[in-house]
């Protein structure tokens, strides 16, 4: 498979998100500074004397021209230095926060991809074989109210439901998986399902139209009629094409769940990068924001790098 | 129109957002009570006949709080909605009637803001811009601004190249012309989809900021805003943050089954199939 996906075409794709990282950088550090505001006068308060605002501008070099001031921030961020918080301890290096929150946000995007993968493969296949019936119904139904459902709300249920009301899992707090996966999986299970219904929702949407789509294709009904059992028919011809536009709404997706990380992270008290952005917006601490957007951009470039090269290998028509 | 009337769940989806847009509009008038005077005989009052949704912790009547915050929740969102709809179809239009250059930068912006969490660049439009409600409308229209100009280009340059478009460009129709009365038509039923859509994650967008504390401020009312403060008394008073939360559940399930419904109407190959 991996034969088909061709050097060019990575390296030309690698190549759109350096662009894209670069570009996003760029309008990033100048929206920001061309945002309204001192930092200073965040960090220092509104009665800040002129001497004590001059000694910050200088401190943080903030009176050189824009372009050299984005020219110095660059080439420290591309060797992983984004400075220091303006506000978290004093100065702390931005590179260190970031990095040691950056796992536990992978960890519960990655786990709400999982859950809702594996939910959207059932729900989807079931309400597609069984079209038009009760499971099919039942399916499409829950889909929409997934979809109704914003991650914040949600969270709040569950927590009331399973967390409060059975006791079942915590209602607060979260076990980094450095330390301890088994305890991450089980502390990270709630906020990550908040997170994965409504992608849940989606990808059983997309996936139970993809399946109809391919269901009655004329290939489907040749290889059916060569005598090929039902399941083996089912995985190779008609699954394998219902992937294709699967894994593409993934991709596509992958934004909103990172971004739904945000406001999850902040109910359940999980250390991510989400929660540190938060707080930096609160503080006005322009470098750690605008770190926490690049990370956040290059993790959705990079993910959909990963969602282009799978999908070429599904298709071999795209290679 | 009959179409429309056959699926059941365009049908159910445009009901419910009548109903949430009249709910909205006769709010001032349906209530006796201040979405914001406090009421301090009356604190956290669970649901009764006075106060169908129970009050919060000033006492205020939650039912009038929800009235009031969908208002202004469906205001920003509808407006930053448009606004990003309006300037993006109308760029892309641009892009794909001209191509060339303004085709290329246009699609590159909208390559890069594709990439952003849309709830970080939210964020990040909230820390720039500063926080408040009509900001929140100006980063919603940011954020669709790409997204409809991305839909309007990729429409309308297959629509370019059709018979009727030439034939009227050869008919000497000026270009404002052939752009607003042959390709604009062609290209409305997946706009007006993708505003339905956009609006109920603009509600969503405005919730969350307010959730947070970054959008609209207390003692005003937003959906996100009554969620943010019934979680500070929700073992007491659960009654708050879940019926907040209900509303904006129905306000969402109503717009996306319109839209939805009105996607399966528009797709021939589905519509054959119903």
């Known amino acids: 498979m991996a034969r088909m996906i061709s050097i060019g075409r990575v390296s030309s794709r690698l190549g759109g998100v350096a662009l894209l990282a670069l570009l996003g950088s760029a309008t990033v550090f100048f929206v920001m500074r061309a945002g309204s505001g001192d930092p200073a006068i965040a960090v220092l308060g509104e009665q800040a004397t002129p001497e004590a605002i001059a000694a910050f501008h200088r401190k943080w070099m903030l009176d050189d021209p824009l372009v050299l001031q984005f020219w110095r921030w660059l080439s420290s961020a591309v060797m992983g230095d984004f400075g220091l918080s303006m506000t978290v301890a004093g100065g702390t290096p931005i590179m260190k926060l970031i990095a040691s929150r950056l796992p536990n946000t992978l960890f519960i995007g990655l786990y709400a991809v999982l859950i809702a993968v594996v939910v959207s493969l059932i729900a989807g296949t079931l309400s597609a074989l069984r079209h038009g019936k009760f499971t099919d119904t039942a399916a499409t139904s829950l889909a929409v109210l997934g979809i109704s459902m914003p991650d914040f709300w949600l969270s709040y249920v569950l927590v009331y439901t399973l967390a409060l009301g059975l006791g079942i899992f915590p209602s607060y707090g979260f076990t980094p998986p450095a330390e301890s996966i088994a305890g991450a999986l089980y502390s990270g299970f709630l906020p990550a399902l908040a997170i994965a219904a409504p992608m849940a929702a989606a990808f059983t949407r997309i996936l139970r139209t993809a399946l109809l789509e391919t269901l009655y294709r004329d290939h489907v009904r040749v290889a059916r009629s060569l005598g090929y059992r039902d399941a083996f028919v089912f995985v190779h011809f008609v699954l394998r094409n219902a992937l294709i536009p699967y894994v593409t709404v993934i991709g596509l997706q992958v934004r909103y769940l990172l971004g739904g990380t945000v406001v999850v992270e902040r109910i359940f008290g999980i250390p991510g990068v989400g929660a540190l952005m938060v707080d930096g917006a609160f503080g006005r601490d322009y470098p750690l924001v605008q770190a926490c957007a690049l990370t956040f951009l290059l993790s959705v470039l990079l993910v959909n790098f990963a969602v282009d090269l799978v999908c070429a290998a599904l298709n071999p028509r795209s290679a | ?274």
């Open chain 2, 1 to 274: 129109m009959r179409a429309f009337l056959a699926n059941r769940l365009a049908l159910v989806g445009a009901l419910v957002t009548a109903i949430v847009l009249a709910g909205v509009a006769a709010g001032p008038w349906l209530s006796p009570y201040s979405p914001t005077d406090a009421d301090f005989l009356a604190l956290l009052d669970p649901p009764s006949l006075h106060h169908p949704f129970g009050t919060d912790s000033f006492g205020r009547d939650v039912l009038t709080r929800i009235l009031y915050g969908a208002r202004v929740s469906l205001a920003v969102s509808v407006c930053g909605v448009l606004v990003g709809a309006l300037v993006g179809t109308a760029a892309g239009l641009v892009a794909a009637y001209f191509g060339g250059w303004w085709q290329a930068v246009l699609m590159r912006l909208s390559d890069l803001l594709f990439s952003f969490p849309s709830f970080v660049l939210a964020l990040f439009l909230m820390v720039v811009l500063g926080f408040g409600v009509t900001n929140i409308a100006v980063a919603i229209a940011l954020i669709y601004a790409p997204i409809f100009a991305r839909l309007a280009r990729n429409m309308a340059v297959l629509v370019k190249d059709e018979p009727w478009v030439q034939a009227a460009s050869l008919m000497g129709q000026s270009t404002w012309s052939i752009i607003s009365r042959e390709i604009l038509p062609n290209i409305a039923a997946p706009v007006f989809v993708q505003i339905a859509l956009a609006i109920a994650f603009g509600i969503v967008i405005e919730a969350g900021l307010s959730f947070l504390g970054l959008g609209v401020q207390p003692p005003n009312p937003s959906l996100g805003s009554i969620m943010a403060d019934g979680r500070e008394y929700f073992g007491r008073a659960p009654w708050v943050l879940t019926l907040s939360g209900v509303a904006i559940s129905i306000a969402l399930l109503g717009l996306n089954l319109l839209s939805d419904g009105v996607r399966d109407l528009m797709d021939p190959k589905l519509r054959a199939r119903l």
